[in-house]
């Protein structure tokens, strides 16, 4: 049985779904630890000179923006590991602040750890290291890997590029266990009935993953086509203002609601009640990024195995050679577009709604390949990875 350790209701991620904890709380143990956090300095400010002065904003977030968890939440960690007996410690991040006090406590008591990387650390490609930042973040990232006795991705990419770096490690210690879907998360959601090619894209939009082709697509057909009437686009979660000003220079504002962050469930029906599952992955641009050989640009969204588990067609803006189109292509569950590519795009959306009007806007998928992505699947492969580091101590 878990207990976990975690931060009190966030001030820099204020965004909460008390229904995801009620789920678990009756029967897990959860202590909650203050967090120094100082929003308008950790979030507002960087912001603002990135934009007004171009500083890239790693100069004022070292780690992460939850540096400020780790001292309450080694002396709250120290205090539980000394009340009680645990077989191992399992830090998943982002943050990477997690894995800092997963080190820590390890250091102290001794025992097996597993650290898990949801996203990468000093090789991703949404954050650009300033060297001086680099310099203090690749030996804490180095630290990590040595020490923890399995590290664990969410992705085959990631893993291989641990290896490649780390190779004075033994291959052993990375472990991949992918993403998956909870079918009891589909269980009883509220249908309505939707008279327009509804679109929707979930999750929020940072970095290199941007909607702009998407939206500079749709605004070429929706006036020569007979979309406009025709059309809905919805984009759940956080979007910015820099999404919303594209989408007011386009003239979109009566095709695409915003509606910000929701509950998981709330997500869930928005795109079981969708025509199309829109799926927006980043793209690099070879020309406006150095130094980035060592970064790992393959993505596997965790939000592509529950558009799986929906069911409807997805319309997948990625690339041809990466997990996403590997999956989709190997479920059979829709199309994959490059991100650059808006001819390609418009002629991709133009068929589907052709489909749609005549109500064969459907998939055959293959079952045995969506199986795979059963999250009692990679519950297993965990569950063995902590019998294996435990017997071995």
């Known amino acids: 049985m878990p207990t976990v350790l975690t931060v009190n209701r966030s001030f820099l991620r204020p965004r909460y779904d008390p229904s995801r904890v009620k789920e678990v709380s009756s029967s897990v143990e959860i202590f909650r630890t203050h967090s120094l956090e100082i929003r308008p300095l950790q979030r507002w400010l960087p912001a603002v000179l990135n934009r007004r002065f171009g500083l890239n904003p790693k100069w004022l977030q070292l780690v992460d923006d939850f540096v400020g968890w780790l001292p309450f939440a080694v002396c709250k960690g120290s205090e539980i590991l000394r ?40 090789q991703n490609p949404y954050v650009t290291y300033p060297k001086p930042i680099s310099k203090i973040e690749e030996p804490m990232e180095q630290t990590v890997i040595g020490t923890a006795d399995k590290v664990t991705t969410t992705n085959p990419f990631f893993t291989e590029g641990f290896i490649r770096k780390y190779s004075s490690e033994p291959k052993e210690k990375f472990v991949t266990i992918i993403h ?59 979007v910015g203002k820099s999404i919303e000003a594209i ?12 509606y910000g962050y929701v509950s998981h469930k709330k997500a869930l029906e928005y795109l079981h009640n969708s025509s199309l599952l829109l799926l927006i992955t980043g793209v690099r641009h070879e020309s406006t990024m150095e130094d980035f050989s060592d970064r790992i640009f393959d993505e596997f969204p965790g939000k592509l195995v529950e558009y799986l588990a929906i069911g409807k067609p997805i319309l997948a803006l990625a690339t041809s050679e990466g997990s996403v189109a590997r999956i989709i292509k190997s479920t059979r569950t829709g199309i994959v577009v490059h991100p650059s590519d808006i001819e390609g795009l418009e ?25 795979k992505y059963n999250i009692l699947l990679s519950v297993k492969k965990l569950s063995e990875v902590f019998n294996e580091v435990t017997h071995d101590q």
């Open 83 to 122: 009340k009680g007996y645990f077989d191992l410690i399992f830090s998943t991040s982002m943050p990477n602040t997690c894995h800092l006090v997963a080190y820590i406590l390890k250091k102290k008591f001794g025992i097996p750890w597993v650290a898990d990387f949801r996203d990468p650390w000093t």
């Open 180 to 238: 998956g879907f909870d079918p009891d998360d589909f269980q009883k959601l509220e249908t309505t009935v939707e008279h327009k090619f509804v679109m929707t894209y979930t999750g929020s939009f940072y970095g290199l993953r941007k909607p702009d082709t998407f939206l500079k697509a749709v605004s070429d057909l929706s006036e020569h086509h007979g979309l406009k009437e025709q059309l809905k686009i919805r984009f759940v979660g956080s």
């Open 247 to 258: 989408i007011h220079r386009y003239g979109l504002d009566d095709l695409v609601e915003v």
């Open 347 to 371: 002629k991709t959306i133009l068929d589907l709604y052709g489909l749609h009007k005549r109500g064969r806007l459907r998939m055959k998928p293959d079952l045995d390949e969506l199986k």
